[in-house]
């Protein structure tokens, strides 16, 4: 076999020349190979030793891996344990939270509603009650022919509004301001002063003349009432005698007829008859008859005017006063508040 290698040419042998002839030693091939051989094993074995090495730290690694990933798992599940119990602690909570959400919202509803109720019972009782007082004052006023009942009324009702500041009592609260401007502007007459100047021509009619009345003390016309010297007494007795046939017979025109033929008798049930006129207007201001007081008024001027004597002073003292009266009869009435009351009446019936 040797001989049979030695003797097969090697590629490109040709062109390196020619093949050796020469045989190594016999004993020197096997002991290369055997070195050879130990060599490859020793090789193998610091290979296999070395891989086996790596192998026991991968296994270590992975046994450590191993053991951090079930502690990582255990405090995994651990963790989704909490997770669980925390969830459902939560919503235990929630349902809870959600319970009483639900509850605060009905009672916050049934306050919300009792709020209302009681602002509407309030701005209602309040309306009746400035209806009441609003009333009650126009009746004090007519009572006493007097706007300052009303006006305070009107005042403290204005102000009580503005305190409970609702929207919906506005209107009440500018029919107010109208009916205020309204009574500040109206003029009211005295009615004390005409209750007094009543009184006085009750006490007058007795000293007012008749038409029909003989007054002495009244001189003629075109007569001079010069008184003569003392030494002219025939003089002064022929005065005497002329006045005193001059009052025997008189001349005077009289429009009224029925005054003249008035007797005695009459005269007084005339004069009675005016005091009761009289007494009539005083009775229906203090009763606020206001028409009728107009009427006995112009009655009992009508009756001045026809039967008694418009010449004499205090006639026409007498006719001054009772027009005087007259005059403030026709504005004694005091404004109503009609448009107040009916806001009122308005808001009560909660429009």
Same mark, same amino acid.
């Given at each position: 076999? &040797?001989?049979?290698?030695?003797? $097969? +040419?090697?590629?490109?042998?040709?062109?390196?020349?020619?093949?050796?002839?020469?045989?190594?030693?016999?004993?020197?091939?096997?002991?290369?190979?055997?070195?050879? =051989?130990?060599?490859?094993?020793?090789?193998?074995?610091?290979?296999?030793?070395?891989?086996?090495?790596?192998?026991?730290?991968?296994?270590?690694?992975?046994?450590?891996?191993?053991?951090?990933?079930?502690?990582?798992?255990?405090?995994? @599940?651990?963790?989704?344990?909490?997770?669980?119990? =925390?969830?459902?602690?939560?919503?235990?909570?929630?349902?809870?939270?959600?319970?009483?959400?639900?509850?605060?919202?009905?009672? @916050?509803?049934?306050?919300?509603?009792?709020?209302?109720?009681?602002?509407?019972?309030?701005?209602?009782?309040?309306?009746?009650?400035? $209806?009441?007082?609003?009333?009650?004052?126009?009746?004090?006023?007519?009572?006493?022919?007097?706007? $300052? +009942?009303?006006?305070?009324?009107?005042?403290?009702?204005?102000?009580?509004?503005?305190? *409970?500041?609702?929207?919906?009592?506005?209107?009440?609260?500018?029919?107010?301001?109208?009916?205020?401007?309204?009574?500040?502007?109206?003029?009211?007459? #005295?009615?004390?002063?005409?209750?007094?100047?009543?009184? #006085?021509?009750?006490?007058?009619? #007795?000293?007012?003349?008749?038409?029909?009345?003989?007054?002495?003390?009244?001189?003629?016309?075109?007569?001079?009432?010069?008184?003569?010297?003392?030494?002219?007494?025939?003089?002064?007795?022929?005065?005497?005698?002329?006045?005193? *046939?001059?009052?025997?017979?008189?001349?005077?025109?009289?429009?009224?007829?029925?005054?003249?033929?008035?007797?005695?008798?009459?005269?007084?049930?005339?004069?009675? &008859?005016?005091?009761?006129?009289?007494?009539?207007?005083?009775?229906?201001?203090?009763?606020?008859?206001?028409?009728? *007081?107009?009427?006995?008024?112009?009655?009992?001027?009508?009756? =001045?005017?026809?039967?008694?004597?418009?010449? *004499?002073?205090?006639?026409?003292?007498?006719? &001054?006063?009772?027009?005087?009266?007259?005059?403030?009869?026709?504005?004694?009435? =005091?404004?109503?508040?009609?448009?107040?009351?009916?806001?009122?009446?308005?808001?009560?019936?909660? @429009?």
């Amino acid at each position: 076999m &040797n001989a049979e290698l030695s003797q $097969e +040419p090697l590629p490109g042998s040709a062109a390196a020349g020619p093949v050796s002839t020469a045989r190594p030693p016999t004993g020197a091939v096997p002991r290369v190979l055997v070195l050879f =051989l130990a060599l490859l094993v020793v090789v193998a074995l610091v290979a296999v030793g070395l891989l086996w090495q790596k192998v026991g730290g991968m296994q270590e690694n992975l046994a450590r891996q191993s053991s951090d990933t079930q502690a990582r798992a255990m405090e995994a @599940r651990a963790a989704a344990r909490e997770a669980q119990d =925390l969830a459902r602690e939560t919503a235990a909570r929630l349902a809870v939270t959600d319970a009483k959400l639900g509850e605060a919202t009905l009672q @916050r509803g049934q306050i919300d509603e009792l709020l209302l109720s009681l602002s509407r019972s309030r701005d209602e009782t309040l309306v009746v009650d400035l $209806e009441s007082s609003v009333r009650l004052a126009q009746q004090q006023a007519q009572l006493t022919l007097s706007a $300052e +009942p009303l006006l305070a009324a009107l005042r403290t009702a204005d102000q009580r509004l503005e305190r *409970a500041a609702q929207p919906r009592l506005e209107p009440v609260r500018r029919a107010i301001a109208r009916d205020t401007e309204q009574i500040r502007s109206t003029q009211i007459a #005295d009615t004390q002063g005409m209750l007094e100047k009543l009184d #006085d021509l009750v006490r007058q009619i #007795d000293e007012v003349p008749l038409l029909n009345a003989v007054l002495a003390s009244r001189p003629v016309q075109g007569e001079a009432t010069v008184e003569p010297p003392a030494e002219h007494w025939w003089l002064r007795a022929w005065q005497l005698v002329r006045a005193e *046939a001059t009052r025997l017979v008189r001349v005077s025109r009289i429009d009224q007829p029925e005054a003249a033929l008035l007797a005695p008798e009459q005269a007084y049930f005339l004069r009675e &008859n005016l005091k009761l006129r009289l007494l009539n207007v005083r009775m229906g201001l203090l009763a606020r008859q206001f028409p009728s *007081a107009r009427a006995d008024a112009a009655a009992a001027a009508f009756a =001045l005017h026809r039967y008694f004597d418009p010449a *004499a002073r205090r006639t026409q003292q007498f006719a &001054n006063t009772l027009s005087e009266v007259q005059a403030q009869l026709k504005s004694v009435e =005091l404004p109503r508040v009609d448009e107040t009351l009916t806001a009122l009446a308005t808001a009560a019936a909660g @429009r």
